[in-house]
């Protein structure tokens, strides 16, 4: 009854406001489980009506996409939509490539999806984007692991200090061949995206009051990254040499405890961990706690009339309760409208899964990253960075002075 209920909503609407035989390209990318999600949904909204066919592709990881994004911006052949991350939909705007929707939002819409969320797609007071894929970061923990430790839940930490002692206890050499195979944690590979928790902590910014600058010299990131190094080269309960694929697979295999990671990962691991998960908040960081609001917004590059009302009833189906739902549940993004969190389903989801909770509950401490125009060049050059102080074991302060000027000289 509620979807045959949906259905006539959804075709009322859909016949009331937009021509026939429209046909609309849609990329997007993702991990873990949400391609399939995506499909399916996309597929829905192709069998609900007749007037408009989309066609979905998927375009790899959200660095493989970016990378095509900006070829096609250059050509000017963008798709009529795109998920695009918050952070980097700067250059689009900027080039003029993206128009203000604020006057396709429906006002109901408006008040349901949550504010922090609007606020990671507006510039300059303006709205480019509907919040579709959005993430916490949260901590994840392997519970047996702990627990053979001598670790259990009541035990977990709740500060920074306390996760490095816990550390120490965790690391250690398993078959005594006289080197570790066993780490407490790794998470530097993605760059700013978790090393902001800590640098906001310290009451650092990665850019400049005015935004043309980065500061990588501040006392606050130098506190950051050389936190960083001493795990892997003072306390040693990070490894110097693993890469970012090898410290995914040695957290899926059972050789890493602990570590930050976005909820959009969630339900995979739920589902294909042969450990149990435990999840928590992110730790307190100099007496204060705070997330990372990442994510992806819907943008609608169309540039006709018919096609942009097209476009933006298939991203208002996209983000419509139903489906808001359907991605919390199976892939782990946060639910972007208040009613699908209020809603009965929802509650009892999180009541029989209390790992989703996390992800909710660590809302109220996260900020969203910083954005520029160049933030994707510029996190490339911050891991980069990253890669050499970790894996090479070079000295911080030479490093941020140098990927400080570096970075600047780009940007001038």
Not at 72 to 79: E, M, S, T
Not at 321 to 339: A, C, D, Q, W
């Amino acid at each position: 009854m509620k979807k045959i209920l949906l259905l006539i909503i959804f075709l009322f609407v859909s016949a009331s406001i937009i021509a026939k035989n429209i046909e609309l390209t849609f990329w997007f990318s993702s991990g873990f489980n949400a391609k399939e999600c995506i499909e399916e949904m996309t597929n829905e909204y192709n069998s609900l009506q007749s007037s408009v066919k989309v066609k979905s592709v998927f375009q790899g990881l959200y660095e493989e996409m970016e990378t095509k994004m900006r070829t096609a911006a250059v050509i000017r052949q963008l798709p009529d939509i795109a998920q695009e991350k918050f952070e980097y939909m700067d250059l689009y705007i900027e080039e003029g490539l993206i128009e203000p929707i604020d006057d396709l939002i429906r006002e109901y819409d408006k008040g349901d999806i949550y504010p922090q969320m609007w606020e990671a797609v507006l510039r300059n007071g303006k709205i480019y984007g509907i919040p579709f894929a959005v993430n916490t970061l949260i901590f994840f923990y392997n519970a047996d692991l702990l627990k053979r430790a001598g670790i259990h839940q009541e035990q977990l930490p709740d500060t920074w200090g306390e996760i490095v002692e816990m550390g120490k206890k965790i690391t250690t050499d398993q078959d005594g061949d006289g080197n570790i195979d066993r780490y407490a944690l790794v998470f530097w590979q993605s760059g700013f995206n978790m090393l902001a928790p800590f640098l906001w902590a310290y009451g650092g910014e990665l850019f400049s009051e005015d935004g043309e600058r980065v500061i990588l010299t501040s006392e606050a990131m130098v506190k950051t990254i050389t936190m960083l190094k001493d795990l892997a080269y003072t306390h040693e309960i990070m490894p110097k040499n693993w890469t970012d694929f090898e410290g995914a697979q040695a957290f899926l295999t059972g050789k890493l405890a602990m570590g930050p990671f976005i909820s959009g990962g969630l339900a995979y691991f739920e589902e294909n961990l042969p450990w149990t998960l435990k999840i928590t908040l992110m730790p307190l960081i100099n007496g204060k706690r705070y997330s990372v609001l990442t994510g992806l917004a819907l943008i609608n590059f169309s540039k006709s009339r018919k096609k942009r009302r097209a476009a933006n009833d298939f991203i208002s189906w996209l983000v419509n309760k139903e489906n808001t739902i359907k991605l919390f549940e199976r892939v782990g993004y946060l639910p972007v409208r208040k009613s699908a969190l209020s809603s009965l389903e929802l509650r009892s989801f999180i009541k029989k899964n209390p790992n989703f909770a996390v992800p909710l509950s660590a809302l109220v401490h996260a900020r969203a990253l910083p954005h520029h125009r160049e933030y994707y060049k510029i996190n490339q050059m911050l891991q980069d960075m990253l890669e050499r102080i970790i894996l090479e074991g070079t000295d911080p302060l030479s490093e941020v002075e140098i990927t400080e000027n570096e970075i600047n000289s780009m940007l001038e």
